[in-house]
Every structure is written in structure tokens, then in C-alpha cells.
């Protein structure tokens, strides 16, 4: 069964320093999400793609977090610098049709020391 | 915009018995419904979903849900509960529109099944 691949499954990176986490949807999937989960809260959206295109980043802390996906295909979602209240689950997402339903992969827990 | 309720953070309940995760909804726009479980250091899985049509919707592993739009509600329920089911659950909203369809989740209900 095809699966949303996010690497790494860990992260521990000190304030101020870069992190970048990856994703690599599932095949034929065009529409790309990632969300930043909060301990104890639900997931938030970041950033939607669709294709290569930017659909919604209105929630992306902009000047400190990017993402991309170049080739419409894997995405890279980066933070510089991190800071403590980084600290979260970051989960990555794909559909087909959206939002209809999204598939998403086990996540990057990050922590910030 | 939209916003979902979960009014109970966790919920215990022994094996066998019957269990109902509640979920309130507010938005000016009509919307889709979800609930999506998740299992320790892994990512979601879509239990079920309501986009038109009857209002009691059947998911995956015995689960399933009832939209009430007067009520704004969509509550989760099964009728036997297994130790395989303590997880976390999260009730999401989309508003039916086009353009980015954002899902809007809400904090999760912690279900813990008791041998």
C-alpha cells in the first residue's frame, strides 16, 4: 500500500539553528500539506500545494519558515532559526482530490532545546 | 471561518462497551466532516468522512458517525469498543468551496480502553 514518506521520524536541534524536514507524497498525488501539530492540540496547516504551486501558506511563519516542492513532487519544509516554541510534530499530507481524503505520513516530532 | 468543539479531552471506557466521542462544529458555510484516529508516534488515519447524502456515515474498524446539522454535531460512536481502539481522535471540518479547502481540526479526544 503506497504511504506518505517524512524523514526524519526525530529531530533535536538547538534554538537558533537551521532544521529542514522532507516529505514524499504518494504517487500521483498533487495536492501536498504540511501541518504542525502542537502536543495536545489537533493539526494546523502550514502550507498547501498544489502541484509546485503555493494554494495557502496564509499560517506559515514567514519569516522563519519556508517550504518548497520544485518538481511538484516531494516537498522540503525548513526552519531557520528554530526556536523553543518549535517544538511540535510536523505532519505531512497528500490527496488527490482535495480535501476529499488525505493521506498522511507519520510525521517529525521536533524538539527544541 | 470554521471551528471545531471536542468537548471531552479523554474518555475511558472498558472493553465491550459502547462509546460516543463528541463533536461540535461552528462555520457560516456549509461544510464536510471528518474524523481521523491517531495511534502513538504515528500520523492520522481517516476513520470516516461525510460529504452529502444519508447522515449516519460508516467508517473503518466498526466506527461510525451521525451529521446533525441542526445540532452542528457529528458524533463519533462504536458499539463495542476493543484495546486496539485507545488512541487519540480528532473531529476536522472544510468548508465546501472552491479554492484551498483548508481542514480545520479540533484538540482530540484521548480514548482509553480498559481491560
Known amino acids: 500500500e503506497a504511504e506518505v514518506a517524512q524523514s526524519p521520524r526525530y529531530k533535536i536541534t538547538e534554538k537558533s539553528q537551521a532544521v529542514a524536514f522532507w516529505c514524499d507524497p504518494i504517487?500521483?498525488?498533487?495536492?501536498l500539506y504540511w501541518y504542525r501539530q502542537i502536543l495536545g492540540q489537533g493539526p494546523e496547516l502550514l502550507v498547501q500545494?498544489?502541484?509546485?504551486?503555493?494554494?495557502?501558506d496564509s499560517q506559515l511563519p514567514k519569516d522563519r519558515f519556508s517550504a518548497e516542492r520544485l518538481k511538484g513532487v516531494d516537498s522540503t519544509l525548513k526552519i531557520q532559526p528554530a526556536e523553543l516554541g518549535d517544538s511540535a510534530m510536523y505532519l505531512c499530507?497528500?490527496?488527490?482530490?482535495?480535501?476529499?481524503?488525505?493521506?498522511f505520513g507519520p510525521g517529525t516530532r521536533l524538539t527544541v532545546t | 471561518a470554521q471551528s471545531v468543539t471536542q468537548l471531552d479531552s479523554q474518555v475511558p471506557v472498558f472493553e465491550e462497551a459502547p462509546v460516543e466521542l463528541r463533536c461540535n462544529y461552528s462555520?457560516?458555510?456549509?461544510?464536510?466532516l471528518f474524523w481521523y484516529v491517531q495511534y502513538p508516534n504515528q500520523g492520522l488515519q481517516l476513520l470516516l468522512k461525510?460529504?452529502?447524502?444519508?447522515?449516519l456515515v460508516k467508517g473503518i474498524n466498526g466506527f461510525e458517525a451521525e451529521f446533525n446539522k441542526s445540532q452542528t454535531s457529528f458524533h463519533l460512536r462504536k458499539p463495542s469498543v476493543h484495546i486496539s481502539d485507545t488512541a487519540e481522535y480528532f473531529c476536522?471540518?472544510?468548508?465546501?468551496?472552491?479554492?484551498?479547502?483548508?481542514?480545520?481540526f479540533g484538540t482530540g479526544t484521548r480514548l482509553t480502553v480498559i481491560p
Open positions: 499530507a497528500s490527496s488527490l482530490v482535495d480535501p476529499f481524503e488525505q493521506y
Open positions: 504517487s500521483g498525488h498533487a495536492t
Open positions: 500545494f498544489q502541484d509546485e504551486s503555493v494554494v495557502d
Open positions: 462555520s457560516s458555510v456549509s461544510v464536510y
Open positions: 461525510y460529504l452529502s447524502g444519508s447522515t
Open positions: 476536522a471540518v472544510s468548508a465546501i468551496q472552491t479554492g484551498a479547502n483548508n481542514l480545520f
